[in-house]
Every structure is written in C-alpha cells, then in structure tokens.
C-alpha cells in the first residue's frame, strides 16, 4: 500500500517545514484514482457487514472485489476476491481495508485508568486508532477496551507504561492494537525528543537534500540502494509506477502490508526470458527481479498461512480451498528461485499452510527450514497435539506421479517372513512394484504419491529441516488426531518425505505424523534406472509414523538357479515372481563374479526366468543383481531418530484398518546396503505382531544406544536357514549392538531375530536371556594359554536360548553335558579314559552299555534286559570270530517236554525255499515268516504261542537333522595381531529340524535257532518212521 496522505503532507516543525516529494504523491494519487476507478465501475461497489453474508453472496463473476466493515471479529473484516464463475466457488481475503485511522471516543464510561472508548468500525491491527482522552489518569498502567472488546494496557512506543497524570483530558492519543497491548505512537517525553531531532537535522542538511533528490529518482543506482524506496503489495506492483532512476526498491507485503511476503527487487534491464514468478511487471512497464541475499520465504511468492484455530473455526470451508493452489506455487516457486541462483536456503513461517494434491521437488543444493513443529507422541493418542512451528498439510488425495522401479519385496529371496504364531500370517518388506508381471512380460512399477521428493534422481546436498507434515483428516483437518475413535485415515497418500539416490541430504528436526500408507520417510536408491548413490546422508532429531514409519530399500537381488554357456552366448536363470522388473526385450544385469553383463531378452520357464543372449560366461556367478547398483548408502547417519508404526488414534492396528499386513516401524533392505551408523535410533512396533524392526539384506551396520520397543524384530540368518533355502538371496551380516535395547516387549526368538553374525556387546557381556549371535569368540593372544577359571564352590554353565543348560561343569569337576557330544572333526574321534577305567554309557542314574577296563568287553548296562537292535531299527550283519552263546541253562527253563505231534505235523507242511531280498540282488535260502504262520494256524496252533514267530510294528521314526558350517578362523602373527587371512573350519551343528528316518510300518520275523530245532525234531520223527516201517517190512 503506498504512503498515506497525512505522513506525505505532514506540516514539519515550523522552522523547517517538510517538503511533500513528488514520487510519494504521484503514487497516492495513482492509488487512489484506480480505487475510485474501481468502485464506479462496480468491480469493488459490494459492501457487507459481515463475512457470513459476504460467504453467502456467490452470484459475481471471478476476480470481482468486496469489502467487509464492521463483523464484531475484526479479522474478518478486509477487502475480499471472488474465487470462480458466478454462483459457484468462494470469496479469499486479500487485504486489510485502506482506512488510513479510526476513530474513538472516550466519553467518560469507563474510568480514568480503564477507558472504554467507542469506534463506528471494529478495530484491527493494520489501523491506525485516533483516540481523545476524557479525563486524567491517577495511576498506573492504564487499560484501554474498544466496542467491550479484550481489555488492552496501554504502553507507549518503548513499551512503558503510562506514568499517572501521564493522559489529561483533552489529550489525543494515535496508537495501533498490538496483541494485548494498545502502543502509542509516541513516547511521553516526545517534546524533549522532538527537539534533539530537529537539531540532528539541521546538523544533517546536506544528507537530507540528497535523500531528498533519491526520492525524485535523480539519484545514482550505488545510493538508492543504500536508500530504497518503500511500496506496498506485491500484487499490487503492476498498478504502480516507479519513477526513472529507482532501481531498487522493497515491497512491504505481498498481498498486504506486513503479511511476510515482503522482499526487495531489483530493477531488470530487459524483459526476463523466461518470465519466471520471481519476476514482477510495474505500470510503466519495468520488470524486476527478487534480490538474492535476502531470506526467502515463500510468502514472497504468495504462500498463505493459517492458524490451528482458523482451521478449526472454518471447519474444512471453501474459503480454504484457495490456499492450496496459492501454497503448492509458492513453495516450488521460492525453491526454484533458490536452485537458480546456485542453491542456498528458503523459509516457511509458522502455522500451518495447507496444499491439495500436490508437494514439491527439490533439486541441488536448495534447504527448505521451518520454524519447528510440535508435540506429538504417538504412542500417547489422549495427550494433546499442538500446532506450532510450521505445519505442512496436503488436503487431497495426493497425485501418483512417482515411481521406483527395482525395489521389490523380495518374495523368494527372503523378503518376506512367516509369522510363528499365527498360519497365514507373513511379514513382508514393502514393494514398489506392482505384481502384474505376466510370462516374461515385467510388472509395472507402483505409481506413488510423495508429497516431498527429488525432480529427478541425483538432487544432492539439499535438506529440509524444522517443521511436521501431516495429512488433512476429518472436518477441520487436525481434530480427528486428537480422538480416540474413529476408522478415519486421512488424506491418501504414500510417501510423506523421499531421498531417492541423492548423497549429503540432510533430514532435521521433521517430524512425519498421520497414516501414509506405504512409509513416513523413506531413503531409497532403486539401482535400476540410475547408479546408486545414497552416501553421506544424515537424518537429526526427526521421527515418522506410516505403514511403514522409516525404510531405507535398494534394489533387490536373486540367486541364480542354473547358468549354461555354449562358447559364445549363454543363459542365466532366477526366480520368476509377479514383480519381476526386468525387460523382456533385453537389457542390463549385475552378476556378483562378472559384473555388468548385457542380455538380449528373457524367457519364462516354469517357475523361473530365464535371461538370454549373454555374451560373458556366467558360470560360477551365484547371485544377480540390479543392473546399476553404484556406491551405496555408506557413511550415512541416523542420529536422535525414531520410527514409529502406523499408530492410528483409534488404537485400532493395520490390519484392522485395511492395509496388507502388520504395521512396521523400521524397515531395511537391499544391495548395496551398507556401513550406515545409528546414534540413539529407537523403533517402535504398534502391537506384539507388528514388526519393530525389519532387517532383511544388509550388512555393516552399527547401533550406538537406541532400543526396539514393542512388537517383533526381524533379521534374516544365511540363506541355507531362511524358509526358502533354495532361492534365499541376502542375509543380516556383521551386525553391530553398542548398547543398543530390546525392551521387554519384544519378540526376539530366533525364528525372527536371526542375524547371520552379529556383535552386541551389551547381549554378550552382561547377563544373558537369549543368544543373539551364531558365532561368539573369546580370544587368546599368541603364546597365551587361554582360561576360564570358576569361582570358589560355584558352577560354570553354559545356557541353551530357552535358558536350558547346554554344559555343566560342577565344582567338584563334573561335567554335565544334557544335548549331543560331537567326537572328531574331519579326523578320527577319540574318547577316552583314565588308564585302569572304563566307560559307561547312562540314561539317568541307569546304566545301558559299558566297556569294561582291563578286558575291553562291551557289556549291556544290565543282564539280560536289553536288545541289540530293534524291529525298525536292525543290523545288517553280525561279525563274530567263533560263534554266538545263547543261555540253555535247565535252572531258568519250565515246561520241559518233547515237541508235541501237533506243532511237528504242521511244520510238514512248511517249505524251504529261496529268494531274494527286494533292496538286494544275491540268492537266500530259508523261510518265510508269513507261510509259516500260516501253515501252523492251518493245524490249530496259534501262531505266536511259538517263540520262533517273531512280529514288530512301529509308527514314524525320526532323526535330528545335523549340517555341516563353515566358519573362518583369523589368523595371527608373532606380535598375536591379526594378518587379515583366514582358514577354513567346519562344525556340525544341529538345525533344529527332524526328518523323517523310517516310515512307520510292521515287519514278521524267525528265530531261526528255534526253526533249526523244529526241523531236526521233524526230521528225526520221519527217521524214526521210515526206519520203523523199514523194520516191519523185513520181519514181514
């Protein structure tokens, strides 16, 4: 707004009257020309008393202006613009009304040190009030109230207050309302002031006539800077004319005085090409340009803010709808603006501003900073939010113009996870690909919306620091978050804040809240269409909530089913799943032993896709990657952070609330995803089912303090252990765990937390519940003897993960070992005894198998109780030097009599015969059991009242299942410092499977001892016959 009158014609001192300057006065007349203009043209002719009636007069074209004077709420009243076509949209206040002061009367009703004064309009800030004083004050301070507004002290312009006698009647007082305050104009001692100036003045004459030619635009581009003319709006620019000579001048507002948008500009010599919004057109035609070196704020280029309680109070009204548009151009436009003069910093204020459907994106080298945000714990969904610092809030559901092709959910590779307690139930890492691959064809890359991300990958070194984004929920836009119910999540979107393959981006003081429903703040770095770079990024003191509250992804990697080469192309074939991003037509791919290798097209096969055309050999490669994986995510930092779960204010969890799965706090994975360090890093599960920390494909990653508070965590152990062992391609190694916390609400059982090594020195050397690492070694230094020495009259335990002992070495030198004893490895095992004792092998206190000293006999643990072998379980051969001893002792045999007619008649009937075993290949001879049974049951006897019929049966049996591990084994110098080589061990160790070691069934069986006496007792009986009838025949 340009000068008022009274300040442009103002008499002076006497002795030096002021002299009017013409720039001043051609510009308020200008002003006031056009205003007049305006009016008689009908464009600004509606006048409204409140802005209820002016919000429901909507029957005027676009762009039409209106005043509203006297609403009792004084920020309602302002000069207004028509948003749409007549009879629909809305109306936006643009302005403060231009009166230049109001007018109030103290008529004596209140009392000398609490005036209550009278105006015809209400009063606002942006006025100047003019004020008589009725009677003298006795005291101090004194208050003033306007229309029975808010009681106001009345302070003069250094902020004192009135002193008693200060104020006598008649006086007339110029202030402005200023808060809970009504400032004066003046100090009480401005006489005294007045002439100090007067004489600084004329000590000052020269200079004051050189401003004086500054103004009149005759001045030189050096002085007028030092001396810049003052202007109203921004939009108010292209009414007004600056004078020849002005190059530099400041603009007080953007839409009106002192709203923030205020900037200086300087003076173009020819029309910017292109026009860019930082460039602003005069009425004489002048074009000027923003100042660098100033702080931008995107006031400057039409942002507009509200309050909390604005929004409460419009409740979601069209009046609102305006801020988006205005808000989504001035923030891109005050971030390319500093992008175009090489990068540096621009602001938002405090408050909120609210966008619709759109964010922004960033480019090199440009920070955005807030003025901070508030509290807000999700965990605590009764404790109030509050609202200030800068609060960015999309309204709408957010365009998905972003995507990320490569970052996969690593379905076979080990990406996604079984939950142990309940069938059906899987963990998986997010995808940001569609599972709409079909044959060879791939899927498409997730369309995503992102409120804050890069224009294209490689934006480094930008920042965004100090403020909250959170999506509009509910009427109003925050009120739902502070309820306890409710199914409401807010505006759609996927990605509240995205680093995507940038490097030296810093993250401070953001706050991420709301339910984004993919992740809150998200580093990523797909390797597909880019090189990775993701280094040196830094997140400070900033936290988020989402399905997924912080992700770092990269691109996923497979493990090769089979290569083949033919001399001079080959094929390389993975896994085929439906989010297969790989062009079917040819393109580029990563093997971890040949590089980058070229194909020319890929096939499906079965459950699998095949790549053609490689011109290198593959063989020998075992894992494919993305085919630019770069750099990596070293040297990254996340420093004071916390990543929350979705959290909603309900208390209902995501599953409930439609999403895929449990909610996540903190999620990891991808290649190369390494050497990121984690300072006081705390994740946060919503529930016992909702993952904390999901850790799949990393490595070199070190947590300092911090902790993992409710749910589960995640880490994926080698593949040979992973629930696909067969196409598991990534793993969590050389993790590391300074002090770093599972609370007691955690599930950390191995069947989750698995890492495939790891170091928590706060697990390791303090008292244990669980075993957190595969590998754990105490190491002597060369020369050194190593020692584990037990306190006087105490036992040395070591505890299995369930808390069980696994070794028990007693005080008095026992030792107890309850699990399987491995003897030997890769040589011949010894156990042995002290010379003159044997060994014996226990079940408890009872004795099952001993070797006796001196003689080496292997004896059962007691007489004659005991099998050697069972029905399912047999031996194959017995090897004996002379022959077997079966006890005949007459002494432990009862019923002794000759083998009855009946059991020998049957036996008659019973054949010796050959055969061949089904597993085998040589001729037997003997007897089978099922025929003999049969032939004695055919006489009458029962069958198995015969010791030499034998029959077993069993139900499954199963055995542990053991494997083989590779562990490498550093080795030392002379000086017992590492070399940096190492060897290779192997240890058996059990997996904690059974399989299946013989199928349960039945089996027949013969003593054939008793069979052989069976047989001679039947065939002495036939002797015995024949030589009996021999004999008759001859006495015959």
């Known amino acids: 707004m340009v000068e008022l009158a009274a300040t442009i014609f103002a008499d002076g001192p006497s002795a030096d009257p002021s002299r009017p300057m013409k720039p001043l006065i051609r510009d308020w007349g200008t002003w006031l020309e056009q205003t007049l203009l305006a009016f008689t043209s009908g464009a600004g002719s509606i006048l409204k008393t409140s802005r209820a009636a002016l919000f429901a007069d909507l029957a005027h074209n676009a762009d039409t202006s209106a005043w509203v004077m006297g609403d009792p709420t004084a920020a309602y009243n302002g000069i207004y613009k028509k948003n749409g076509a007549s ?42 009030v003019w004020m008589n004083i009725f009677e003298a004050n006795t005291a101090s301070p004194v208050t003033v109230s306007f229309n029975g507004g808010s009681t106001l002290t009345i302070k003069t312009n250094s902020g004192d207050d009135v002193e008693p006698g200060g104020l006598v009647s008649g006086m007339v007082l110029l202030g402005i309302v200023s808060g809970s305050t009504f400032r004066l104009l003046s100090d009480q001692a401005i006489s005294q002031s007045l002439y100090a100036a007067r004489d600084e003045a ?60 205020g900037a200086m500009y300087a003076k173009l010599g020819a029309v910017p090409s292109p026009v860019e919004a930082w460039h602003k057109q005069s009425a004489d035609g002048a074009w000027w340009e923003i100042t660098a070196g100033q702080d931008i704020h995107v006031e400057m280029f039409g942002a507009v803010r509200r309050t909390a309680d604005d929004l409460i109070a419009l409740s979601g009204g069209p009046i609102l709808d305006g801020d988006e548009p205005l808000n989504e151009a001035a923030f891109q436009n005050a971030h390319d603006f500093v992008e175009a003069k090489g990068g540096g910093n621009f602001y938002g204020l405090g408050n909120v501003y609210l966008f619709g459907d759109t964010g922004w994106r960033y480019g090199r080298a440009v920070k955005f900073r807030g003025a901070g945000h508030g509290k807000w714990m999700p965990s605590f969904p009764t404790e109030a939010k509050t609202w200030e610092g800068t609060n960015l809030i999309p309204r709408r559901t957010g365009t998905r113009d972003y995507t990320a092709r490569g970052i996969t959910s690593c379905e076979l590779s080990g990406g996604w996870r079984n939950s142990l307690d309940t069938p059906g139930r899987v963990f998986k890492l997010l995808s940001f690909m569609n599972r709409d691959a079909s044959v060879a064809t791939p899927a498409t890359p997730r369309a995503m919306s992102v409120f804050i991300a890069p224009k294209e990958r490689g934006q480094d070194k930008g920042a965004v620091e100090a403020c909250r984004i959170v999506p509009w929920i509910g009427a109003d836009g925050i009120s739902t978050y502070s309820t306890q119910s409710g199914s409401d999540l807010g505006a759609d979107w996927d990605i509240a804040l995205l680093l995507d393959t940038v490097e030296g981006f810093h993250v401070s003081d953001v706050q991420v809240r709301g339910y984004w429903r993919m992740i809150g703040i998200a580093e990523v770095s797909p390797d597909f269409e880019d090189w990775s770079r993701s280094e040196a990024n830094i997140f400070i ?7 997924v509250g912080m992700a770092i992804r990269s691109g996923s990697q497979y493990k090769i089913q089979a290569t083949s080469w033919n001399g001079s192309t080959g094929t390389v074939t993975i896994p085929w799943d439906a989010e297969n991003p790989f062009p079917s037509t040819g393109g580029q791919i990563s093997l971890i032993n040949s590089g980058y290798v070229t194909y020319t097209s890929t096939t499906r096969s079965g459950s ?15 894992l494919l990657r993305n085919p630019y994986r770069g750099t990596g995510f070293s040297t990254g930092a996340f420093i004071n952070c916390e990543a929350w779960a979705l959290w909603h204010h309900s208390g209902q969890k995501a599953e409930a609330l439609g999403f895929p799965g449990p909610s996540e706090g903190f999620q990891v994975s991808g290649f190369p995803m390494r050497g990121l360090n984690f300072f006081n890093f705390s994740a946060f599960g919503e529930d016992s089912v909702s993952p904390a920390v999901h850790l799949h494909n990393c490595f070199d990653f070190n947590f300092f303090g911090g902790k993992a508070e409710i749910g589960i965590v995640l880490a994926s152990p080698i ?66 003897e190593f020692w584990l020495k037990m306190a006087a009259s105490k036992n040395f335990r070591i505890k299995k993960s369930d808390g069980t002992d696994a070794l028990t070495i007693f005080s008095s ?29 226990r079940e408890g206190t009872t004795a099952r198998l001993q070797i006796l000293a001196t003689s080496g006999s292997v004896t059962p643990g007691e007489d004659n109780t005991q099998n050697l072998g069972t029905g399912s379980l047999r031996w194959a051969q017995l090897f004996a030097g002379t022959a077997t001893i079966n006890t005949s002792d007459e002494r432990l045999k009862r019923e002794i009599e000759a083998i009855t007619e009946l059991v020998l008649d049957a036996w008659g009937d019973i054949e010796w015969c050959q055969y ?21 049951e055919k006489h009458g006897l029962e069958a198995f009242e015969l010791g030499l019929l034998c029959y077993d049966e069993w139900g499954d049996v199963y055995e542990d299942v053991y494997e083989e591990r590779e562990v490498l084994v550093p080795l030392f110098n002379a000086d017992g410092i590492e ?3 190492y060897w290779k061990d192997v240890e058996i160790v059990p997996t904690g499977e059974k399989r299946l070691a013989t199928p349960a069934g039945n089996r027949y069986g013969l003593r054939y001892e008793e069979c052989f006496a069976v047989e001679v007792a039947y065939q002495r009986r036939r002797m015995d016959r024949i030589e009996a009838k021999l004999t008759t025949e001859a006495v015959l």
């Open 87 to 128: 009879g629909t949209g809305s109306w936006t206040r643009i302005s403060d009304l231009p009166f230049s002061f109001i007018i109030a009367s103290d008529i004596g009703a209140g009392t000398p040190n609490a005036i209550l004064a009278t105006t015809s309009i209400p009063v606002s800030g942006s006025a100047l």
């Open 202 to 261: 004329e000590a000052a004459q020269t200079a004051a006539e050189a401003a004086r030619d500054i103004a009149a635009g005759y001045a030189s581009d050096a002085v007028s800077q030092g001396n810049v003319p003052i202007y109203g709006t921004v939009v108010g620019l292209s009414s007004l004319s600056v004078p020849i000579g002005i190059n530099l001048i400041r603009l007080n507002g953007y839409y009106a005085a002192g709203d923030g948008g």
């Open 541 to 547: 003191n900033s936290s988020a909530t989402g399905f």
């Open 608 to 622: 699998n896709l095949v790549f053609n055309g490689l011109t290198v050999d593959p063989t020998g490669n075992s």
């Open 719 to 784: 593949e040979s252990l992973q629930d696909l062992p067969t196409t598991a391609a990534g793993s969590t190694n050389n993790l590391g765990l300074h002090g770093f916390q599972f609370t007691s609400s955690i599930d950390k059982r191995s069947g989750y937390w698995h890492p495939r090594s790891v170091r928590d020195l706060q697990g390791q050397w303090n008292p244990l519940d669980e075993l957190l690492s595969e590998t754990f070694m105490l190491k002597a230094l060369e020369n050194q």
């Open 813 to 841: 030198g026992s030792t107890t070992i309850p699990g399987a004893v491995t003897i030997g490895s890769g040589a011949t095992g010894l156990l042995s005894s002290v010379s003159g004792f044997g060994l014996s092998l």
């Open 916 to 936: 061949r075993f089904t597993d085998g290949e040589r001729l037997h001879f003997g007897l089978v059991a099922q025929r003999v049974k049969a032939a004695l």
């Open 979 to 981: 070399t940096g080589e």
